[in-house]
């Protein structure tokens, strides 16, 4: 399997080896454990080190694409897409500090990510299920070009009944932001 690696200016997003996220997992379970972003994933246990790598290893055995976000070579969040099957595909993504959160960090990431989706992975829609309350993840995917989207296709990726459900195709994103592409480079690590 080609892992990607890429750069937009101060940017970074790398598919990760285990062995890079191990180095990166009490980072990682330092932001899934912060309590705001506890909220947003839904969960109320905390996560170890070894959990985040556990659960890196399981989606990457799963076809899941994993990735870690650096800016300016400081670790900063991690995002993924995951449930791909049929050219359709579920995207989520965290920003593990609260201090970087709501500058913009999200929406840049997320751009990376689904470059990496549709244009290298071929998918043709991705998904998205919000926390109903968190509207600072809901304003990242409409900047992106999301739509609510409450069709079965759609309600598969949500996480909980209450979710809200949210839809992205390549037809939408790639000419929405082809100036941005452009400025990205993706090559095979």
Do not use: C
Request: proline share 3%.
């Amino acid at each position: 399997m080609t892992r990607y690696r890429v750069t937009w200016h101060e940017l970074l997003a790398i598919e990760p080896s285990l062995d890079e996220v191990q180095q990166h997992a009490e980072v990682l379970a330092r932001g899934y454990n912060e309590p705001r972003n506890a909220t947003f994933m839904g969960h109320t246990a905390e996560i170890t080190p070894a959990e985040v790598v556990e659960t890196y290893a399981d989606g990457i055995a799963q076809g899941a694409r994993l990735f870690l976000l650096f800016q300016d070579g400081a670790l900063v969040g991690d995002a993924d897409l995951r449930h791909m099957r049929d050219g359709r595909g579920e995207f989520a993504f965290m920003i593990a500090s609260p201090g970087a959160q709501g500058k913009g960090l999200g929406t840049r990431f997320a751009l990376m990510i689904h470059t990496v989706g549709f244009r290298e992975l071929g998918l043709g829609t991705i998904y998205a299920s919000v926390v109903g309350h968190n509207t600072a993840s809901r304003r990242v995917f409409e900047k992106l070009g999301y739509i609510v989207d409450n069709s079965l296709a759609a309600r598969e990726y949500a996480d909980e009944p209450d979710d809200v459900t949210l839809a992205l195709t390549a037809t939408a994103f790639v000419p929405a932001h082809a100036s941005a592409i452009a400025e990205m480079q993706i090559e095979a690590r």
